[in-house]
């Protein structure tokens, strides 16, 4: 069974562009979550994609912002970028029940704004 | 709000075993996971251990889960260089969204 995927791997910005990311899950799974990671702040949630809804959001700004498709793909999208959304952004995915669920990741997007 | 903390490194040798710590605050959490993350990757689930249970043994790795302290580690033993990687600790205290403790450093010398 294909992993987890995110495209692309590698994105390079200047600041004030938009960004958006793509997450395909394994197959079967409903739930998409993305998450940020740097080294300041580490691993932070953004936000949880269950059925094309929004199912619990973390504690970032509204500048980021995501979708779920039918299919359970999802992409989330960053605007109005600021050099401090340099990170490495990791999607994961999972069958979708919450408490008692195992999330798997993908390999990640490295997003470098200039 | 839930905080996960983790030392930031440890470093043993080749063959030797290794213990990896963490501390939980949310004693909601139903699940604790370790993850394993190798430079340049993402997060490879290793196991994950259910909150009513003491003790899980999967082929090199032993986790231990001490709920009245709210105390997890990780126990890697017979520690290989390929072991070398950063470990997280993480609970699932709200829904589906993970809080990861910071990460630790593991070097494994030859």
């Known amino acids: 069974k294909a992993g987890v995927t995110q495209t692309p791997r590698y994105l390079i910005k200047t600041r004030g562009q938009q960004v958006t990311l793509s997450c395909s899950p394994i197959s079967g799974h409903r739930s998409v979550s993305w998450y940020q990671q740097t080294p300041g702040q580490g691993l932070q949630f953004l936000f949880e994609?269950?059925?094309?809804?929004?199912?619990n959001k973390g504690n970032f700004p509204g500048r980021f912002s995501g979708r779920q498709f039918s299919n359970s793909r999802s992409e989330m999208n960053v605007s109005t970028l600021e050099l401090g959304d340099s990170a490495l952004y990791l999607c994961?995915?999972?069958?979708?029940?919450?408490?008692?669920?195992?999330?798997?990741f993908g390999p990640g997007t490295r997003l470098t704004v200039l | 709000g839930e905080d996960v903390e983790q030392s930031l490194f440890l470093s043993v040798r080749e063959g030797d075993s290794s213990v990896i710590n963490c501390t939980y605050t949310?004693?909601?959490?139903?699940?604790l996971y370790w993850y394993k993350q190798e430079p340049g990757a993402g997060l490879q689930l290793l196991t994950y251990?259910?909150?009513?249970?003491d003790m899980k043994q999967d082929q090199r790795l032993t986790v231990l889960l001490n709920k009245k302290d709210k105390h997890l580690s990780l126990r890697i033993a017979d520690t290989q260089t390929g072991d070398s990687a950063i470990y997280f600790c993480a609970e699932n205290a709200a829904g589906n969204m993970l809080t990861f403790g910071g990460g630790t450093r593991l070097m494994v010398k030859p």
């Open positions: 251990i259910f909150s009513n249970m």
């Open positions: 994961a995915s999972s069958f979708g029940r919450p408490g008692t669920d195992t999330q798997y």
């Open positions: 994609y269950f059925s094309e809804t929004q199912r």
């Open positions: 949310d004693s909601s959490s139903t699940y």
